[in-house]
């Protein structure tokens, strides 16, 4: 009999241990999705022809393998290759392109030092700038919150203008209350000097070495399924299905069965309860500590793990006639404090076959960040989209009659946040980790904000780990603790 592998979530890391099981092991996965989407947060969602990346995701890994693992899933484009429109399953190469929008102008992001900038900074604010790098510069605050994390590398001025109102609309509190460790995950090579590194060694680098030794923010392009990120992932799944493996969609788990350092299964929320070897999760730690049943939680486990906070998102997808800013960009930070939106995506720019009708339209997906239950999660789909159009012809993107069509997408449990009783999760993390069968995996499984890739890695460790034989979970866990940058998706 073979032994079996339960897989919680048919997201990148779920999907990922899967194929890995069974290329590399003779476990037999069973992939186990609450929802009826392939993907997670890297699904593809169609609407009317059109299509929405839900939170926009750049293809590119300084880590080889990972790379390599989405080429041979789906080739690249090769230059002066077949048209792409011939190809259902190909790779395009993209350039990057984003910028934030402040003050009703387009700055670079990250933030550069270029002439733009400085003028459209002003004279005053320029100066108060330097001043305030050099300030930075010779007197380091200590780091015990985001908000002193970025005011050591670009002084106060630069993080007032260009990270503090973001970053509160992103997680809903002040960047003062949230851990420096996002900062040292996801921003630690980001900085003026790193800028200015990158301006002067520019010309000097060759390609490979361009994408592989700069901060991730700083590459000049990536790769992106024709058709988003769900295809390269609808396509593994296939891939799965075609190797043995099982995927079951709308398989919510609620409980899981649990013995003396092991989980021996996993009851559904139809009352179905499924065996198994291997329980390797993706789900919330704070859902998955509470569906613990058999044994008795540690009382702090249970309260830290209920205390976890996460940021839930919404996307509303415009469609319109054209934009009154003709943009190149993919993503746009909207840091204008009168509006709510908190990034703009333009589908045409990710892939234009992303739009049924490229040449004449433009999809726009306006990103807002909430709680599931506030007053935004809770607004009707026809308000918010409503909203959603005032804000975007208030900041002068669009003019309302272009526009012909909206749809809303609300997506749970987006983004695991740094606050609340996250300074304690190595308490819960020490707990599950006593189960020697159970594996937690991606940015909800180790409530850690990982990019697509890293969520990934931590799949191809656990199964390295099952394969081998190997009891610690260091390996698993220290997946993208690495100071180095990694860009927001």
């Given at each position: 009999m073979?032994?079996?592998?339960?897989?919680?979530g048919?997201?990148?890391?779920?999907?990922?241990?899967?194929?890995?099981?069974?290329?590399?092991?003779d476990?037999?996965?069973?992939?186990?999705?609450?929802?009826?989407?392939?993907?997670?947060?890297?699904?593809?969602?169609?609407?009317?022809?059109?299509?929405?990346?839900?939170?926009?995701?750049?293809?590119?890994?300084?880590?080889?393998?990972?790379?390599?693992?989405?080429?041979?899933?789906?080739?690249?484009?090769?230059?002066?290759g077949?048209?792409?429109?011939?190809?259902?399953?190909?790779?395009?190469?993209?350039?990057?392109s984003?910028?934030?929008?402040?003050?009703?102008?387009?700055?670079?992001?990250?933030?550069?030092?270029?002439?733009?900038?400085?003028?459209?900074?002003?004279?005053r604010?320029?100066?108060?700038?330097?001043?305030?790098?050099?300030?930075?510069?010779?007197?380091?605050l200590?780091?015990?919150?985001?908000?002193?994390?970025?005011?050591?590398?670009?002084?106060?001025?630069?993080?007032?203008?260009?990270?503090?109102?973001?970053?509160?609309?992103?997680?809903?509190?002040?960047?003062?209350?949230?851990?420096?460790?996002?900062?040292?995950?996801?921003?630690?090579?980001?900085?003026?000097?790193?800028?200015?590194?990158?301006?002067?060694?520019?010309?000097?680098?060759?390609?490979?070495?361009?994408?592989?030794?700069?901060?991730?923010s700083?590459?000049?392009?990536?790769?992106?399924?024709?058709?988003?990120?769900?295809?390269?992932?609808?396509?593994?799944?296939?891939?799965?299905?075609?190797r043995?493996?099982?995927?079951?969609?709308?398989?919510?788990?609620?409980?899981?069965?649990?013995?003396?350092?092991?989980?021996?299964?996993?009851?559904?929320?139809?009352?179905?309860?499924?065996?198994?070897?291997?329980?390797?999760?993706?789900?919330?730690?704070?859902?998955?500590?509470?569906?613990?049943?058999?044994?008795?939680v540690?009382?702090?486990v249970?309260?830290?793990?209920?205390?976890?906070?996460?940021?839930?998102?919404?996307?509303?997808?415009?469609?319109?006639?054209?934009?009154k800013?003709?943009?190149?960009?993919?993503?746009?930070?909207?840091?204008?404090?009168?509006?709510?939106?908190?990034?703009?995506?333009?589908?045409?720019?990710?892939?234009?076959?992303?739009?049924?009708d490229?040449?004449?339209?433009?999809?726009?997906?306006?990103?807002?960040?909430?709680?599931?239950?506030?007053?935004?999660?809770?607004?009707?789909?026809?308000?918010?989209?409503?909203?959603?159009?005032d804000?975007?012809?208030?900041i002068?993107?669009?003019?309302?009659?272009?526009?012909?069509?909206?749809?809303?997408?609300?997506?749970?449990?987006?983004?695991?946040?740094?606050?609340?009783?996250?300074?304690?999760?190595?308490?819960?993390?020490?707990?599950?980790?006593?189960?020697?069968?159970?594996?937690?995996?991606?940015?909800?499984?180790?409530?850690?904000?990982?990019?697509?890739?890293?969520?990934?890695?931590?799949?191809?460790?656990?199964?390295?780990?099952?394969?081998?034989?190997?009891?610690?979970?260091?390996n698993?866990?220290?997946?993208?603790?690495?100071?180095?940058?990694?860009?927001?998706?």
């Open positions: 073979k032994k079996t592998a339960i897989i919680i048919a997201g990148p890391a779920g999907l990922t241990a899967a194929y890995e099981l069974l290329k590399q092991t476990i037999h996965p069973v992939v186990l999705e609450g929802s009826e989407a392939i993907g997670g947060i890297s699904q593809t969602v169609r609407y009317k022809g059109n299509r929405m990346d839900i939170g926009g995701h750049r293809f590119f890994s300084k880590d080889d393998s990972v790379m390599q693992w989405w080429r041979q899933m789906m080739p690249l484009q090769a230059p002066g077949p048209d792409p429109a011939s190809e259902d399953r190909v790779m395009l190469t993209r350039h990057r984003s910028r934030i929008y402040f003050r009703r102008k387009f700055f670079d992001y990250p933030v550069s030092l270029s002439r733009k900038t400085l003028a459209g900074m002003g004279l604010d320029t100066v108060r700038a330097g001043w305030g790098y050099l300030a930075a510069v010779c007197h380091k200590p780091e015990t919150s985001l908000e002193n994390f970025y005011i050591n590398r670009f002084g106060r001025p630069l993080y007032e203008m260009f990270f503090e109102d973001y970053t509160e609309k992103v997680w809903g509190v002040h960047p003062g209350r949230i851990g420096a460790d996002w900062g040292a995950q996801r921003v630690k090579g980001l900085s003026v000097l790193g800028i200015l590194k990158d301006v002067v060694t520019r010309p000097f680098r060759g390609k490979d070495i361009a994408q592989k030794k700069v901060e991730t700083l590459i000049e392009q990536f790769i992106y399924p024709k058709y988003g990120p769900g295809q390269l992932w609808e396509t593994v799944a296939d891939e799965v299905r075609a043995g493996g099982e995927i079951r969609l709308d398989s919510r788990v609620e409980g899981l069965l649990a013995e003396e350092g092991r989980i021996s299964g996993v009851r559904l929320s139809g009352g179905e309860t499924l065996p198994c070897d291997y329980l390797l999760s993706s789900m919330p730690v704070k859902d998955l500590v509470a569906g613990i049943e058999g044994v008795e540690p009382a702090d249970r309260r830290i793990a209920d205390g976890l906070p996460y940021r839930d998102f919404i996307t509303v997808g415009v469609l319109a006639t054209g934009l800013i003709p943009v190149q960009d993919t993503w746009i930070y909207i840091q204008e404090r009168d509006v709510k939106v908190g990034r703009l995506q333009i589908f045409n720019n990710w892939s234009p076959y992303m739009v049924a490229p040449e004449h339209t433009v999809f726009v997906g306006m990103e807002y960040f909430c709680n599931e239950g506030d007053e935004l999660w809770s607004l009707p789909e026809e308000d918010f989209c409503r909203m959603a159009v804000e975007l012809a208030r002068d993107i669009v003019d309302r009659k272009d526009v012909l069509d909206t749809h809303r997408v609300r997506m749970r449990k987006a983004y695991p946040a740094y606050f609340g009783t996250y300074a304690e999760i190595g308490t819960v993390r020490a707990y599950l980790d006593g189960f020697r069968n159970l594996f937690c995996l991606g940015r909800n499984g180790q409530h850690r904000y990982n990019n697509m890739d890293h969520s990934m890695l931590t799949a191809m460790e656990a199964v390295r780990n099952i394969r081998d034989g190997i009891a610690a979970k260091d698993v866990w220290g997946v993208n603790t690495e100071k180095s940058y990694h860009e927001s998706k």
